[in-house]
């Protein structure tokens, strides 16, 4: 992260980390063995299903001090700030939307009573953290619902919350969390645009007279550029594209754009309860797969069978480590069944993967053949390998030691001509001495025919020995 207090008003040093702070309120299943959900009125939660309890006064005094008490929390473990949820079905924003907020009490009614649990949590707050600590919140620019918050409603909420001097920032977005289909407006997965709800930020940002954010599919740098550039944001959040990459800053200012491993927002970080990705194995797993790959203490010769995301993932690692290393691929592009994945419109953007794992093997120097059955033999080719992947024969013909170098598409001919003699057999014979003596006379055959057909030898092959050339 950049210099993020020069956005929120020049406090304190260089970097911050912020946090944030929430109650999910009645986000929450009756069978979770947590004490009963609340809410400003027991309105149902359909994504959770269950039945808040109606929040009495005492519940409104207990949770307000929570809220500073986390706030303050987080300042004596060494944040720079923090970031309060009003946004998504949290328990602020519950008493902001007239879906969730039927009170009659002074917490419920006008858009004046609706603000004043938000008023007396930021207020707690920043009471706690004191002034010279980044506070900012998380709100709706449209929760884009029937009966919810409208755009208008929303910009009046940013203005007035603003207004208090108690905030350095707020972040816009767009959706609501009432329901799960709502929630994938919150959190956009892949075949949406990118960048589709900047207009609900830009929309509060010309009212407010402080910086704006915006986060939902901020996938790429490009994206970002445009949000600042456009003048729909101060800054944007990109939250599942660091998932995927954490390394987006550092990649950025050493001039390698181009090696970030894209998001695809598949959303996997999100469908679970660890933080895993699906482009990155290493995310969620950095005790035992580090995210940066050091290198290994020995250089070796390494063949990776198969060009799919597992296979490219396999060689990239291993390049990056120092080894050499040749991939082999029996179809003819690289890719794998992420091919079929992202062959309709809406999965396309998955085809990211491999076009980004085929960019990094190939920057790392891994050597890939298309076309290329890997069995047996045509593996043990490039166990070492040369440019021309090709392997030596030393044969004892005739009591003359004789030498011969296969190439590898030679090798795969001959396995194939192994596997038709296998497939010819019936089941009872594959596990017969004949069976066995008729791949065997095939080998032989063939890598007598292999020495005869260079000239060097005429004769019965005594003995055999391969190795890498």
Request: glycine residues 10%.
């Amino acid at each position: 992260m950049g210099d993020v207090r020069a956005t929120v008003g020049g406090k304190g040093p260089e970097r911050q980390a912020v946090t944030p702070t929430w109650a999910a309120a009645r986000s929450a299943t009756s069978t979770s063995g947590c004490p009963p959900a609340l809410g400003p009125s027991p309105v149902r939660e359909r994504a959770h299903r269950s039945f808040p309890k109606e929040i009495e006064h005492f519940d409104i005094d207990r949770i307000v001090k929570a809220y500073g008490a986390a706030a303050r929390r987080a300042r004596e473990g060494g944040l720079d700030g923090i970031e309060i949820a009003a946004m998504a079905g949290h328990l602020i924003d519950q008493f902001w939307s007239p879906r969730t907020n039927h009170r009659t009490d002074e917490f419920g009614g006008t858009l004046e009573n609706r603000l004043r649990f938000g008023h007396m949590v930021l207020e707690e707050v920043r009471k706690e953290v004191g002034d010279d600590f980044v506070v900012g919140m998380r709100v709706p620019g449209d929760e884009g619902a029937a009966g919810g918050l409208t755009p208008a409603d929303c910009v009046g909420i940013a203005t007035a919350m603003a207004r208090t001097g108690k905030l350095d920032f707020l972040s816009v977005i767009y959706g609501s969390g009432n329901t799960d289909r709502e929630l994938a407006d919150v959190i956009p997965v892949y075949g949406r645009p990118l960048g589709a709800h900047l207009p609900v930020a830009a929309a509060i940002r010309k009212e407010v007279g402080i910086p704006v954010f915006h986060a939902a599919r901020i996938a790429d740098l490009p994206t970002a550029r445009h949000a600042i550039d456009g003048g729909y944001a101060d800054m944007v959040g990109m939250t599942r594209a660091h998932i995927a990459d954490p390394h987006i800053v550092a990649k950025l200012l050493a001039g390698q754009e181009e090696r970030i491993r894209p998001c695809v927002g598949a959303t996997y970080c999100a469908s679970r309860v660890e933080t895993f990705c699906l482009h990155n194995p290493a995310t969620g797993r950095e005790a035992v797969i580090p995210q940066l790959v050091s290198p290994a203490p020995t250089t070796k010769r390494v063949v990776v069978v198969g060009g799919g995301p597992a296979g490219l993932e396999a060689a990239r690692v291993c390049a990056a480590r120092g080894h050499h290393v040749a991939l082999l691929e029996a179809a003819d592009r690289l890719g794998g069944q992420m091919i079929p994945a992202a062959r309709t419109p809406r999965h396309a953007e998955k085809a990211g993967i491999i076009h980004w794992l085929a960019q990094e093997t190939k920057h790392l120097g891994v050597t890939v053949r298309l076309n290329c059955l890997a069995e047996l033999l045509s593996a043990l080719a490039v166990v070492q390998f040369q440019d021309d992947l090709a392997l030596q024969h030393e044969a004892v013909v005739d009591g003359r030691r004789r030498v011969h170098t296969v190439g590898l598409q030679w090798l795969v001919s001959l396995t194939d001509r192994l596997r038709d003699t296998l497939a010819t057999a019936s089941p009872g014979e594959r596990g017969s001495t004949t069976c066995h003596s008729a791949v065997e006379q095939v080998l032989g055959h063939a890598l007598a025919a292999c020495a005869v057909h260079a000239g060097q030898a005429r004769g019965h092959i005594q003995s055999l020995r391969l190795k890498a050339q």
